[in-house]
Nanobody, 123 residues
């Protein structure tokens, strides 16, 4: 499985971005998926996760109310809509496919990882 994350870029504080994560084949269709991020000098952290059918979602407290995760199973693609961005959201964002149908916040629960897309928020 190859995961291709895209949609990152440079945006001013208060702005929005939409990240996409396309899977190369349909092995992700029965698995949860998630987004993680890693800022320079910091550990990778959980951002959001979505279940295989899109019915269940979870978010890190730092992004609740601002970010929305979704997926289109027909297109094997997951999205992360990011609004009200702040400089603290600056990081390399990774998408991943969970080992389970319902994805959680632990990185060990994910089997496949994308290469990351850079998000930079200027103040």
């Amino acid at each position: 499985v190859q995961l291709q994350a895209s949609g990152g870029g440079l945006v001013q504080a208060g702005g929005s971005l939409r990240l996409s994560c396309a899977a190369s084949r349909r092995t992700s269709s029965n698995n949860g998926m998630g987004w993680f991020r890693q800022a320079p000098g910091k550990e990778r952290e959980f951002v959001a996760a979505i279940s295989w059918n899109g019915y269940y979602t979870s978010y890190a407290d730092s992004v609740k109310g601002r970010f929305t995760i979704s997926r289109d199973r027909g297109k094997d693609t997951m999205y992360l809509q990011m609004n009200s961005l702040t400089p603290e959201d600056t990081a390399l964002y990774y998408c991943a496919v969970s080992r389970q149908a319902v994805a959680g916040p632990g990185a060990d629960g994910y089997r496949y990882w994308g290469q990351g897309t850079q998000v930079t928020v200027s103040s």
